[in-house]
């Protein structure tokens, strides 16, 4: 039997089977095209048609929605701001870092709103973010990261923990330390995004899967069933966007791995804590990310960050068993309560990262090319804000996300095969040899 792609496509919400809708029939027209149905292309085909039901829009897909790092990733809607503040200041002026991750904020809230309202049972819960340091050198960057939140105004959002109150809320093995925000959700994102195109369709929007893009030509998509001629083209494919002609240099994928445990007792669950569903990421240099999911579950990820020869993403299901016994190990050496625990899945996917490692979001009237990505595996929380952002582009609506200045970005291309793979394979064992050093200096 084929394994399921991830945990959460293996637990999605009851009468989803995961049947593909129909691929496009033929030659059609429509208003907008949004190439990718993932997060960042079903926010934007979301908002479009909630500021106007009339609209045309169609959404498109190689796999179905919600196939990608959108169905895939650890859950964590967190805020983020999609570069340095620093820079975000320098471009946008004094406090304009702030204010982008204040909307992010705003993203982390907005994703459980449209859950509530659209009727997405996909386990959200707001119990905020904890991000450990297990070693001094850790803590050290995390009092760093506090330091700078703090000089951007932030210090109110976030709260630097000692031990002895990092424990209380997560009983890991080694804590020196944390950094604990409010401002975070965990959610099932197989049954977010997949929730989001149904609410799509009942707003009046169309999806195709089995539907990839082989060519984007100014307001025209070409597809192996027919073309897409529309007024506005979105692409939204991140990780995946090297599959489109010309678009090999854009973004590269970057491989990712997780487990999910059996359901864990609640008296076991009493000694971890956790109580009101916590993110929790360990924080070396391949950071290890966690949730306690809604079914009492530990799902927990990272350690990888693959790159394949000429960013062709690998075939689904991913799965690297050396990686899902490493992953088990640091669990369980965080959780020693946990040992005999049962791994029921493992899984990988793809995440997107642009070349000067910004997110990204543009459309440009003149030519009717809009985009988003770039998250670099982030981008639960900051796909939303982006899709929001892309709606009011496109409508011409003037509010302050059209100001952020991450819209019209532009990414220089990485370089060109094979120096692409030498360079970010070369750079990814840099930081892992940094980050064995550490481990055995720890």
């Not at 029939?25 to 990718?36: C, T």
């Not at 309560?337 to 009237?365: A, N, P, Q």
């Amino acid at each position: 039997m084929t394994p399921p792609i991830s945990y959460w496509h293996d637990s999605l919400e009851p009468g989803d089977a995961l049947t593909p809708r129909a691929a496009l029939p033929g030659d059609r027209q429509a208003d907008v095209v949004i190439v990718g149905a993932g997060f960042a292309g079903l926010w934007t085909a979301y908002y479009l048609l909630k500021a106007d039901p009339a609209r045309r829009v169609v959404v498109i897909d190689a796999q179905t929605a919600g196939f990608g790092a959108s169905g895939r990733n650890g859950g964590w809607a967190v805020p983020e701001a999609g570069s340095s503040l620093d820079v975000l200041d320098q471009e946008g002026g004094a406090g304009t870092g702030a204010a982008m991750m204040r909307e992010m904020y705003r993203s982390v809230d907005e994703i459980g709103d449209v859950a509530r309202r659209e009727g997405i049972d996909c386990g959200y819960a707001k119990g905020g973010a904890l991000w450990l340091a297990s070693d001094a050198v850790q803590l050290d960057r995390l009092r760093k990261r506090f330091a700078m939140l703090a000089r951007h105004g932030l210090g109110d959002e976030y709260e630097l923990l000692d031990p002895i109150k990092t424990i209380a809320r997560v009983n890991a093995t080694g804590m020196h330390g944390s950094i604990y925000t409010p401002h975070a959700a965990a959610v099932h994102p197989a049954r977010l995004a997949r929730g989001i195109a149904r609410a799509v369709e009942r707003l009046g929007g169309t999806v195709h899967e089995l539907t990839p893009a082989l060519r984007i030509e100014g307001r025209r998509v070409v597809t192996p069933h027919g073309a897409i001629v529309a007024d506005v083209v979105v692409r939204a494919t991140e990780a995946y966007t090297a599959s489109i002609e010309g678009l090999e240099r854009a973004i590269v994928p970057l491989g990712n791995f997780m487990i999910a445990t059996e359901p864990i007792a609640d008296d076991v669950w009493a000694q971890i804590g956790l109580a009101n569903r916590e993110l929790f990421e360990d924080t070396p240099i391949f950071v290890a990310y966690g949730q306690r999911t809604a079914d009492g579950r530990i799902a927990w990820g990272g350690m990888g960050a693959p790159y394949w020869f000429g960013s062709k993403a690998p075939p689904s299901p991913m799965q690297a068993p050396k990686i899902a016994q490493k992953l088990k190990s640091l669990l369980i050496e965080r959780f020693p309560m946990l040992k005999g625990i049962e791994v029921t899945h493992h899984w990988g996917g793809v995440l997107g990262m642009t070349r000067d490692m910004r997110s990204t979001v543009g459309f440009d009237r003149a030519t009717g090319e809009a985009w988003a990505g770039g998250f670099g595996g982030a981008g639960v929380a900051p796909s939303n804000a982006a899709g929001r952002t892309l709606a009011d582009l496109i409508t011409g609506a003037d509010s302050a996300l059209t100001r952020f200045p991450w819209v019209n970005h532009r990414c220089a291309p990485w370089e060109p095969e094979p120096l692409r793979w030498i360079g970010v394979n070369a750079r990814m064992a840099g930081l892992r040899m940094y980050e064995k050093r550490q481990l055995r200096q720890r």
